[in-house]
Nanobody, 123 residues
């Protein structure tokens, strides 16, 4: 049974940073990609970033590139999302997801999802 478990969310002041982690288990993820999405109240789910398991290719939502950084530790089956210079509008539940092949901004292509971790940014 595939499991994705996120952690690292919390309450932070504007301008602060957080590092989210997602540990994947239950199958081999060779040849897979991991992505991060977020969902804020009253808004649609939004793509944040994705990366291949090897770390050779990464993909970012244009507005977040430069502030957020995705990385992976294949040996630990863990993907990270570094959130820098956070803004109140970054407040959302952040979800980790996994799909075969390369990363994508299309949520429906992801086969497995975690439960999410809440990020709250105060002004």
């Amino acid at each position: 049974q595939v499991q994705l478990v996120e952690s690292g969310g919390g309450l932070v002041q504007a301008g602060g940073s957080l590092r989210l982690s997602c540990i994947a288990s239950g199958r081999t993820f060779v040849g897979w990609a991991m992505g991060w999405f977020r969902h804020a109240p009253g808004k649609d789910r939004e793509f944040v970033a994705a990366i291949t398991r090897t770390g050779s290719d990464s993909l970012y939502s244009a507005p977040m590139k430069g502030r957020f950084n995705i990385s992976v530790d294949a040996a630990k089956n863990t993907v990270y999302l570094q959130l820098n210079n956070l803004r109140p509008e970054d407040t959302a539940v952040y979800y980790c997801a996994a799909k075969p092949g390369s990363g994508s901004y299309l949520a429906y292509l992801y086969d497995h999802w975690g439960q999410g971790t809440q990020v709250t940014v105060s002004s």
